[in-house]
């Protein structure tokens, strides 16, 4: 059963560039979550996508943007990069519910993304 | 604002002792909290979770303990090896809603286990 896959591992790139991180969820998910974790720091909430739309988001500026595709997989896309946009970016999956419980979210590995 | 911390940055047990990692959380609307193990260079690890109506929930060797009174998270860790060492994570989730569980994720406790 294979869990949440990121890629790259790592990705350097230059500050106005423009970046695309990619994931796939664990098996039977369908709901795809994007974080973005400074070093020493906890994971922020970037955005969430379910039946193709992004439903919640965080406090990101609209440099930050997804998609999810038909079999679930997602993008995160950062234009415009800034220094501070250096960080190990998360992707989270789960199997959205119509009761009360949450499922957990599931991470990948993350991608490792270094502006210069 | 909302917001999820922890009381000690850092922790150092015995292996084979009892760990307990703590936290707090400011969001009172919050009804579902969660514990994450990151080790490094790999993304957070699900360990255990629990709703607000209840208090205590139990998993193999890891308990976490909610004290909705004043706010307060713990988990424990039962005979502590040095595979537990890595940094942890609470993290809170407001008022689920229709699927959405954004997570509210604090700076992390590191856990140092030493033979």
């Known amino acids: 059963d294979a869990g949440v896959t990121q890629s790259p591992t790592h990705l350097i790139k230059t500050r106005g560039q423009q970046v695309t991180l990619r994931c796939s969820p664990k098996?039977?998910?369908?709901?795809v979550s994007w974080y973005q974790q400074a070093l020493g720091q906890g994971p922020q909430f970037i955005f969430q996508y379910y039946e193709e739309e992004e439903r919640q988001r965080g406090n990101f500026p609209d440099r930050f943007s997804g998609h999810q595709f038909p079999n679930y997989s997602s993008e995160l896309n950062v234009n415009a990069l800034l220094l501070g946009d250096s960080a190990l970016y998360l992707c989270?999956?789960?199997?959205?519910?119509?009761?009360?419980?949450?499922?957990?979210?599931?991470f990948g590995n993350g991608t490792r993304l270094t502006v210069t | 604002g909302e917001s999820v911390g922890l009381h000690l940055p850092t922790l150092s047990v015995q292996e084979g002792d009892n760990s307990i990692i703590n936290c707090a959380y400011s969001n009172s609307a919050s009804d579902y909290f969660i514990w994450y193990k990151q080790e490094s260079g790999k993304g957070p690890q699900f360990i255990i979770d629990i709703r607000s109506n209840m208090d205590k929930r139990q998993g193999q060797r890891v308990t976490v303990l909610l004290n909705k009174t004043v706010k307060h998270l713990s988990l424990q860790i039962a005979a502590t090896q040095p595979g537990d060492s890595a940094v942890y994570f609470c993290?809170?989730?407001?008022?689920?809603?229709?699927?959405?569980?954004?997570?509210?994720f604090g700076a992390g406790t590191r856990l140092a286990v030493h033979p």
């Open positions: 993290a809170e989730s407001p008022v689920f809603s229709g699927g959405y569980n954004k997570l509210i």
């Open positions: 989270a999956s789960s199997l959205a519910r119509t009761g009360t419980y949450n499922s957990p979210l599931h």
């Open positions: 098996s039977g998910h369908d709901t």
